[in-house]
């Protein structure tokens, strides 16, 4: 079973920082592509963020310039560095993988091309 994990979530002030982790465990596979997802209360899930292992890599307009998405390359990890949050960006971040051996292509933002999800972490910001 594949496992993925988010940790770094928390409450904060606006402008202020976060910087979320996501780390696989369980069954070792190989991700075509991971990402971040969020919900913000009574919204539907959004894509923040995503990386994939051939090179692309995209943004949410609402944080682009903001959030950084980087992966770990000694193992099956990303990371979301949140910059000047807003109060808008409170919500459940959740961290996404794509199984290579599902997928022949990348598509970041469509919701079903990840197969693995992890539980969420909350990020409250607070004026």
């Known amino acids: 079973q594949v496992q993925l994990v988010e940790s770094g979530g928390g409450s904060v002030h606006t402008g202020d920082s976060l910087r979320l982790a996501c780390a696989a465990s369980g069954r070792t596979f190989s991700p075509s592509h991971m990402g971040w997802w969020r919900q913000p209360p009574g919204e539907p899930r959004e894509f923040v963020a995503g990386l994939s292992w051939s090179g692309d890599v995209d943004y949410a307009d609402s944080v682009r310039d903001r959030f950084i998405i980087s992966r770990d390359n000694d193992k099956i990890a990303v990371y979301l560095q949140m910059n000047s949050l807003r109060r808008e960006d409170t919500a459940v971040y959740y961290c996404?993988?794509?199984?290579?051996?599902?997928?022949?292509?990348?598509?970041?933002?469509?919701?079903?091309?990840?197969?693995?999800w992890g539980q969420g972490t909350p990020v409250t910001i607070a004026s």
């Open positions: 996404a993988a794509g199984d290579a051996r599902y997928r022949s292509t990348t598509n970041l933002k469509r919701f079903d091309w990840y197969d693995y």
